[in-house]
């Protein structure tokens, strides 16, 4: 019985590059006044950003964008989403098991907030300064990436505009 759940489940996830998904740091404001939008998970009910795994035909960011529709409501800016990082997590699969888990993360900047949406009756929804969304979140790489946002996202747009 062991010598099966070990060959069957845990050996492969032991051994597998990790899982891949894209993440949508949704944002308002500039610099100090730059505010982060967090929402819960629809079962652990922790925070969270909106993320998903790829899609067929998408690339990461247009993912990224597609996860913040479904699971957050937003309506974007017309700029494109900018990566500005990555952060790893271990994934809990069906079952319980973890499985190790790369995410890539895309400023989102947020035109407004929709009431209609996929997931709306699921997920609660906040606004919240970088430092206090760092504090909200558990992955460690994650609380990083917040608390840096607002420099990341300004250099990304400036290196955009010089090109």
């Known amino acids: 019985m062991f010598a099966k759940l070990w060959n069957s489940y845990l050996l492969p996830l032991l051994g597998r590059p990790p899982m891949f998904q894209a993440a949508a740091l949704c944002y308002r404001g500039r610099g100090a006044d730059m505010e982060i939008l967090l929402i819960t998970s629809r079962e652990t009910k922790r925070w969270i950003m909106p993320k998903g795994w790829p899609k067929t035909g998408t690339d990461a ?4 964008l597609e ?3 479904e699971e957050a409501g937003i309506k974007q800016r017309s700029m494109k989403p900018i990566w500005i990082g ?6 809990r699969l ?5 499985a190790p888990t790369d995410v890539d993360v895309y400023a989102v900047e ?13 997920r609660e929804r906040r606004w919240v300064r970088p430092e206090e969304a760092a504090k909200l979140v558990a992955e460690e790489d994650l609380k990083d990436l917040l608390r840096a946002a607002p420099e990341l996202i300004a250099a ?8």
């Open 156 to 163: 990304r747009i400036e290196g955009r505009q010089g090109h």
């Open 94 to 98: 069906d079952g319980g098991l973890p």
């Open 86 to 91: 990555r952060y790893h997590y271990d994934k």
């Open 67 to 69: 996860e913040a529709w």
């Open 110 to 122: 947020v035109a407004r907030l929709l009431d209609d949406y996929p997931e709306s009756g699921e």
């Open 61 to 64: 960011a247009g993912t990224a």
